[in-house]
């Protein structure tokens, strides 16, 4: 039973399936029951005794005795739980235990990929706490991971730290589409220079067409470079081309995001 605890207080939350991906052991039901009947400090989380925590301060003395004991099996261990916590979609978690394993890849992978479409649901603490995992080199040597950091930063009036990844991302070097689903590194470079009116109005005008052109039609990411075209263009008194463009942009801006589980 104590190789049983040992391997499971990396987590925050037992479940049974969960548990079996950490010890390899097919009977962490059983396991999880027989801690729960001895009083061994396990403490049920729903009525159907699906999902247990330990208590506070076993949790702590148990991760206490593993680095003790096993250091070496603590990184695998959240490789473990992060490979689980990806399959089935709960990104906040997988990106903790990423972090936790030293998958540094990892975790910046998952972060790029679902950012964009949780700051649209106004969930901006959420990637912020995802973020400050990271250290700054960190963040500055992954242009996506860059890329989100600037606009979370901007987001959270927080210009300095805008510019500073802004201007990472900028230098950084990305093959292929974006994992936030933009069509490359040029066209999140624009969108993000667009939308931060960096140069002024004409600037923003540009970078917005620019990121237009790149991207594929009818897509989330066209609709916002046409928002941002258009915005600038009404700046600059084209009201009738800048009507024409916002229409435009509508059918693209409408359309639906998937959005997998935050926490």
């Not at 076993?58 to 261990?77: D, G, N």
């Not at 991971?145 to 927080?158: E, R």
């Not at 969108?191 to 009116?197: E, I, K, Y």
Request: hydrophobic share 45%; with cysteine; glycine share 6%.
């Amino acid at each position: 039973m104590i190789g049983f605890l040992l391997q499971t207080c990396v987590l925050d939350e037992l479940t049974a399936s969960l548990c079996e991906a950490l010890t390899q052991d097919a009977d962490a039901d059983a396991r999880l029951r027989e801690l729960e009947r001895g009083n061994l400090f396990v403490v049920p989380l729903d009525e159907d005794r699906h999902a247990y925590r330990y208590h506070h301060l076993f949790v702590q003395y148990l991760r206490t005795a593993l680095v003790r004991r096993e250091p070496q099996l603590v990184p695998e261990l959240h490789r473990r739980a992060w490979r689980w916590y990806r399959e089935h979609r709960l990104t906040g978690r997988a990106i903790a235990h990423a972090q936790a394993a030293g998958d540094v890849d990892v975790a910046a992978e998952l972060v790029a990929s679902k950012w964009s479409a949780l700051a649209d649901l106004g969930q901006i603490e959420t990637v912020r706490s995802w973020i400050a995992g990271f250290e700054d080199t960190q963040l500055e040597g992954h242009a996506p991971l860059a890329i989100a950091a600037a606009w979370i930063s901007a987001l959270a009036d927080d210009p300095d730290r805008a510019a500073r990844f802004a201007a990472a991302a900028q230098r950084g070097s990305w093959d292929g589409p974006m994992p936030d689903g933009t069509a490359s590194l040029e066209s999140a470079v624009a969108l993000m220079s667009s939308a931060f009116v960096a140069g002024g109005v004409s600037s923003m005008r540009t970078m917005a067409q620019r990121a237009a052109e790149l991207e594929r039609a009818p897509s989330r990411h066209r609709g916002l470079a046409l928002e941002l075209l258009g915005i600038a263009q009404a700046l600059e008194g084209d009201f009738g081309r800048a009507r024409d463009t916002l229409s435009e942009a509508v059918g693209d801006t409408t359309l639906p995001r998937q959005v997998g589980a935050a926490s």
